[in-house]
């Protein structure tokens, strides 16, 4: 495995599935979201998910009973994983957990965002939402490329036992070997891949990056 999931925040069907095709291999998730889903419909987790395992990215953030109905649809529609709000609180990512257990699937719960915006509030309950995470025993964690000491910090709070993925590499200004050396299993990266003239060549040499990263 690679330790690098790619974000595909395209909006166009046929260069969504290109790309994936393309690096199929090369990335160990492909992690989508609402530009892409609300582009081209909600079938595109489940052709996505035949070549790579899928990361459904919308956020999720209600009562447990509409948590529970989103979890449905997304599950159903194909998806290996899903990214939810742990500010909402223990009861809706509780029943996230509960019916992604039914499907075999996976949560993961945003702690603190890698944009600036993110010091606005949410740093300030991100380890509360670290150790909502760790305690629910979701899949794993969300947690800022971009600030890799936060990494570390969430990291000591969650422990060994749930992952962290890791957004914010390239564009954002994180560096994946950062990121890795700070204690995320897996980073993610959207348009340094996407974007590229060669996006199977831009994921080889971050997965390259991400590699001697951990050997060292
Ligand atoms: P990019 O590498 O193009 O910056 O994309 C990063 C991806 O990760 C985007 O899909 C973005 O919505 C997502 N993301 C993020 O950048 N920071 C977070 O804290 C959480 C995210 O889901």
Not at 5 to 23: E, F, G, M, N, Y
């Amino acid at each position: 495995d690679t330790r690098l999931i790619l974000a595909l925040d395209v909006t166009d069907r046929h260069q969504a599935l290109k790309i994936s095709q393309d690096v199929k291999g090369y990335v160990d998730a492909i992690k989508i979201g609402y530009p892409l889903v609300l582009a081209t419909g909600k079938d595109i987790i489940g052709e996505i998910a035949e070549m790579v395992p899928v990361i459904a990215d919308f956020k999720v953030a209600d009562i447990p009973n509409t948590d529970r109905l989103i979890c449905e649809q997304v599950f159903s529609a194909g998806a290996n994983a899903l990214i939810v709000h742990g500010f909402t609180g223990s009861d809706s990512l509780k029943t996230c957990v509960e019916v992604a257990e039914v499907h075999g699937a996976d949560i993961y719960v945003v702690t603190e965002m890698s944009h600036p915006g993110a010091l606005d509030f949410m740093q300030k309950v991100a380890e509360d939402m670290a150790q909502l995470a760790s305690n629910a025993k979701v899949a794993g964690v969300v947690a800022p490329a971009t600030r890799p000491e936060r990494v570390q910090k969430i990291r000591s709070i969650i422990g060994n036992d749930i992952a962290i993925i890791s957004p914010g590499v390239g564009v954002q200004g994180g560096s994946a070997a950062d990121a890795i050396k700070a204690g995320a299993d897996w980073v993610i990266v959207g348009r340094s891949i996407y974007l590229a003239d060669d996006p199977k060549k831009a994921a080889m040499e971050i997965a390259k990056e991400i590699k001697d990263a951990i050997d060292q």
